[in-house]
């Protein structure tokens, strides 16, 4: 596991150039590890997180990565460390611009936060549940057809909330494999 | 020719409209003297707004200090000599603060830059918890949405206002509705290009039937607007906005000659949502309010 620091300069992650700084640095490191990457950002060491940093860090950085058409890597990330301030920030700046993330809880739980429908949600819980599972998983477990639950799944695919693999899918945040670690120190 | 501006005893955001009313007629290279050798107090935002004040003359502005030791005493505190000797002449004794008086949340600090909003936030979370949970009787979380708060509209000043301003944060009794609510006020002042510039500056910006300082104010806090074209913009402000909400605050903008209110749901306040046809001011004057909180 390559574990990297990427923001000792300041105490506290607030500022637009701030943010845009880290951002920058999170992205230059992802350059070096190739196409495919699972990569924790560890927020356990921010003290503060305002909205103009979260927008540069979390809502720009997902937006390098997620796209419907034509997502230019296939880059998933969890975010770890998200206190009750941190989570109004980010949840503001996700709800801004229609997207979603895995957060891993203390305890090691998993969630989805940010803009999701029900049925993507049910999906996606069912894939974490499971660990791993198929479009048919999900369709017999909400009562789709194999085809609305594929495009289902591809969708969240796209939205980098599941892992492709073959032909199945692993949820991000259940994945055992070690992932790229970048901690935001602040 | 020289113009005596006379500022009222007690100044904070309402009184420094007769302050306002008596400058804005004058031209900008009319040599004016500040007169506060008879005021008693003043809020963040007197403090902030004086130095805002000199900012936007032409010519460097004469500053009679007050003549009361303990408000003379006060300002030197809350560090406005140290900045008003750079903006202004000053004339009158200035009395200076023991090194040891520390009850200030945030003395009068000077925005230019990020940087600046980065060392506003590092020294306030030091103090605020104390002052907000010990002091106002509020909820522990409200801590880290406070020092968000003030960080994104210090950062309005960084990124929008085209030059320097002001913030100061204190606490203090609010004797205006329910008799001496304790209150933490947050203000931020700078004379720069304002709301209506910023959004005129705008990529593509086409002017409507209506368009002043009233409605520049009401499309930026109320529906988010922005010069900017990232659709990530504007969340500072409606962030302060829920914040506000939350904690049954009040948040005014005043910008060039209106000021709007976000006003708390509580009855702790009368103000107006918008006031309009006001004195032209440059820049953007911002005032926080959060009220203890009351069982």
Known sequence: ?186 | MTTIINVPHSLEDKSFEQVLDQVAPLPLDEKIIVDTRHARWASPYGLTALLALAQSRAERPVLYVPEAENVSTYWSRMDFFKHAAELYDLQGKVTRAKAAETSVLLEVTSISKSDDVHGVVDRIQQRAQDALVKNLNLDAKITMRFTMALSEICQNIVEHAGRGGWVAVQTYTWRIRLGGRKVVVIAVCDPGIGFRESLESAPGFQRKDRWDDGLALEETVMRGASRFRDPGRGQGLAGVRRFVGNWDGKLSIRSGTARIAVLPKGDWDEDEPLHENLAYFPGAQVQITIPERVT
């Open chain 1, 1 to 186: 596991m390559l574990r990297k620091s990427v923001c000792e300069l300041y105490s506290n992650l607030v500022t637009r150039p701030t943010g845009a700084a880290v951002r920058c640095e999170i992205e230059h490191e992802l350059d070096r590890i190739g196409d495919r990457a699972l990569t924790v950002i560890d927020f356990s060491h921010v003290g503060l997180l305002d909205f103009s940093c979260a927008d540069e860090i979390v809502a720009k950085l997902l937006l390098q990565y997620v796209s419907l058409d034509a997502p230019r890597r296939e880059v998933y990330f969890v975010f770890r460390g998200i206190s009750d301030s941190h989570m109004d920030a980010i949840e503001a700046v996700l709800e801004r611009h229609n997207l979603a993330l895995v957060t891993q809880q203390a305890d090691g739980m998993s969630r989805l936060i940010g803009i999701v429908d029900v049925d993507e949600r049910k999906a996606w819980d069912i894939i974490s549940r499971l660990g791993a599972g198929a479009s048919g998983d999900v369709a017999t477990a909400i009562g789709l057809s194999d085809d609305a639950a594929e495009r289902m799944l591809d969708t969240l695919w796209r939205r980098r909330l599941v892992i492709r693999y073959d032909d199945g899918y692993v949820a991000v945040g259940s994945v055992t494999a070690p992932p790229q670690e970048t901690r935001l120190d602040a």
